[in-house]
């Protein structure tokens, strides 16, 4: 069965640093998201893409933060300048026909800033 | 009101039993309604999905949904040990282009 991948699956940094995060959608979808989930807490929307661009991001999705399909099978979170509240989970999800469809979930990247 | 709610529990139901949950939505022209299983430190899991007024069955599961009332839920049937984990409300709101998650369910079955 088709599945969302997500690397790597616990990625530790200083704040201040770059990191991306990465994800390979199912092959078939066209629309992708990610999502944050601070521990405890309750999953959090950030961005969604379509066609090659931003459709949707939340307040969180500020300027630190990018997405990207450098390819026809990745799609790349990158968080410019960390911070500590960073430190979360991040998931990658991805839809055959938009939002109102079934989204189906990456198991995440464990994401710790020092 | 919060977008999509629910009861943080936790929720505890014998082993055999039914296990219900709840989640109200504030946007009444929302159209579809998805339930998420996540275990601890995992992703979340589609489990259900809904579109019309009535019931869906599948499996040991059945989602629920009333639209007049904003109002959609889940049952277990037969709880198993293995559902313990925290089950998730998510409605897409009208004009959004994301999910929105409800808090969570906490549940534990109790053999």
């Known amino acids: 069965e088709p599945e969302v991948t997500q690397t790597p699956s616990h990625q530790v940094t200083q704040m201040g640093q770059e990191v991306i995060l990465r994800c390979v959608p199912i092959?078939?979808?066209?629309?992708f998201y990610w999502y944050r989930q601070i521990l405890g807490q309750k999953v959090e929307f950030l961005v969604s893409f379509y066609n090659n661009e931003i459709s949707e991001k939340s307040e969180i999705f500020d300027d630190q933060f990018s997405v990207e399909r450098p390819d026809g099978s990745n799609f790349t979170l990158k968080i410019r300048s960390t911070k500590l509240e960073d430190s979360a989970m991040y998931f990658c999800a991805s839809t055959l026909q938009g939002v109102v469809y079934e989204q189906y979930f990456g198991p995440g990247t464990r994401l710790t800033v020092t | 009101q919060k977008e999509v709610e629910q009861n943080s529990g936790p929720l505890s139901v014998p082993e055999g039993a039914i296990a219900s949950l709840n989640c109200t939505y504030s946007d009444r022209v929302s159209q579809s309604f998805f339930w998420y299983r996540q275990y601890s430190g995992k992703s979340p899991e589609l489990i259900m999905s809904?579109?019309?007024?009535g019931d869906k069955e599948d499996g040991r599961f059945t989602a629920q949904l009333n639209k007049a009332s904003q109002y959609v839920s889940l049952l277990i049937r037969d709880s198993q040990p293995s559902d313990s984990a925290t089950y998730l409300c998510a409605v897409p709101l009208r004009g959004a282009q994301k999910l929105v998650f409800g808090q969570g369910t906490r549940l534990t079955i109790n053999p």
């Open positions: 092959s078939n979808h066209l629309y």
């Open positions: 809904i579109y019309s007024n």
